[in-house]
Every structure is written in structure tokens, then in C-alpha cells.
């Protein structure tokens, strides 16, 4: 057999950016799955806060059908436990190994690694909001209103969590972004307006919570899937402006090791 001369010479060289996000995407996402805290946070605790308040009378939602008020609440925690919760702590133990020290020094270029992490939040959101909204469905949930609306609220709350996730992996330790991560979920839970309706708590208390994202977040989806509104701008600029912030602090602020 002959073989024709440089068959089998190396060939150096970075393979094409478009590859290496891609490659670098499936990996994030593939861990994001398989680990366990992330699960828990990302689909158990979301399913087991609508089914058990979508079926049980514990909180006081108003009129209509429980989880026509608790399901865009819960697609907002589950933006929330993605985008920011999991993300700043998977990365910020991946800063304190070392591994984005690592990644820095490769081919993908930094802006290509932070690009594969979003889209690996992005793909997880997906099979998260898919898997809701069936559950949802099935306790009786009848959405309405704007579907682009809906993805606009929903992009725009991905890119204000994850750049708050991003600037507190880059700037805090590893331990002390796992413990602020988790704390400010549940705080966010509690006071965010995902369970507990905003009107039940004080005016002044009301009106500092509704400029948090996860407020306008809940807010801006249960208008639109539950009211039937066709674009809440107001909860719209909250959350572009804090995109804008949290990104661009990110940016900033963000130390690789």
C-alpha cells in the first residue's frame, strides 16, 4: 500500500473559533448537569415549590388558579438558579483550581470561554423551562400574552444574573462566593416576588424589592402570562439596566486567578 507523501504530518494549530466555543459549550453545559448541587438547585427545588404551592393553600395568591401566579414566579427562580447561583459558584471553584488560569493560557480566547458558559446556561434554561412548564401544565397552568415578550424578559434576566454570578466568582473567594450564591437565593425566594406576592409586604419594604431583578423578572412574566400584557417596558429597562451593570462590572472586576 503507498500512501501519498505528507499524509501523516502534524498539523499544528488552533482549530476554528466557532469549533472551539462550541466544544468548550458542550463541556460546561455536560457538567452543569451532572453535578448534584446544581440539579438541586436548578430542578428540584423549582419542581417542588410549584407542585407543593400549586396544590397546596399556604400562600395567599389571589384570584384565580394558584399556579397561573406561581408558574412565572418559579420559570424566574429557575433563570435565577442558573444564570447566577450555579454559575458563580461552579466558576469561582473553577478560578480557585485553577482551570480558568488554564483556559486563559489556550487557543479560546477569554471572551470565547465566558461566550461557551453562556450558552451553557442558556441550553440548561431550556430543558429547566421546558420541564416547568410541562409540570405546569399539568397542575392546570393556562398561559397567555406575548410569546417574544416572554423571550426577550427571559434573555434579558439571563444576561442581569449572569453578570452579577460572573462578578461574584471574579472578585470573592471560592467558599465565600458558595455561601453569598446560596444566600442570596434564598433571599430571593423569600422576597423576590417568585412565592410571596409583593403587595404583601410593607411600601417602603415593596418598593426596594420591586427594582431587585428577580422582581422584575417574576413581575414582568407573570404580567405578560398571566394578565396577558404585550410588553412590560418598565420591568424591561430593570433588567437590561441590570445587564448592563453586571456585565460591564464583570468585565472589570473579574480576576482569573
Known amino acids: 500500500m503507498t500512501t501519498s507523501t505528507g499524509t501523516y504530518t502534524p498539523k499544528p494549530g488552533a482549530a476554528p473559533l466557532g469549533r472551539m466555543i462550541a466544544a468548550q459549550a458542550a463541556l460546561e453545559t455536560k457538567m452543569l448537569l451532572r453535578n448534584g448541587e446544581q440539579l438541586l438547585l436548578t430542578v428540584i427545588i423549582p419542581t417542588l415549590l410549584l407542585v407543593l ?126 455561601a453569598a450564591a446560596n444566600l442570596v437565593f434564598l433571599l430571593l425566594l423569600v422576597g423576590g416576588g417568585v412565592i410571596v406576592p409583593l403587595d ?13 431583578p428577580i422582581s422584575a423578572l417574576s413581575d414582568g412574566l407573570r404580567d405578560v402570562l398571566r394578565n396577558g400584557a404585550s410588553m412590560p417596558w418598565g420591568d424591561l429597562g430593570i433588567l437590561a439596566a441590570w445587564g448592563v451593570v453586571g456585565i460591564a462590572a464583570a468585565g472589570k472586576f473579574f480576576r482569573w486567578e
Open 53 to 178: 404551592f400549586s396544590t397546596v393553600d399556604i400562600v395567599d395568591t389571589g384570584d384565580g388558579e394558584a399556579v397561573d401566579f406561581l408558574a412565572p414566579g418559579v420559570l424566574a427562580l429557575a433563570v435565577l438558579s442558573t444564570a447566577f447561583t450555579g454559575q458563580a459558584i461552579a466558576t469561582g471553584f473553577e478560578r480557585r483550581y485553577g482551570v480558568l488560569k488554564r483556559l486563559a493560557a489556550s487557543p479560546l480566547p477569554r471572551w470565547g470561554l465566558m461566550t461557551a458558559k453562556t450558552v451553557a446556561v442558556l441550553v440548561t434554561e431550556v430543558l429547566q423551562i421546558v420541564l416547568l412548564a410541562v409540570i405546569a401544565f399539568a397542575l392546570g397552568w393556562s398561559p397567555q400574552g406575548n410569546p417574544f415578550a416572554v423571550l426577550l424578559l427571559l434573555i434579558l434576566g439571563t444576561a442581569a444574573f449572569s453578570g452579577l454570578g460572573l462578578l461574584m466568582a471574579g472578585t470573592l473567594k471560592a467558599e465565600a462566593t458558595l
Open 200 to 212: 404583601k409586604f410593607p411600601d417602603t419594604a415593596r418598593s426596594v424589592l420591586g427594582l431587585l
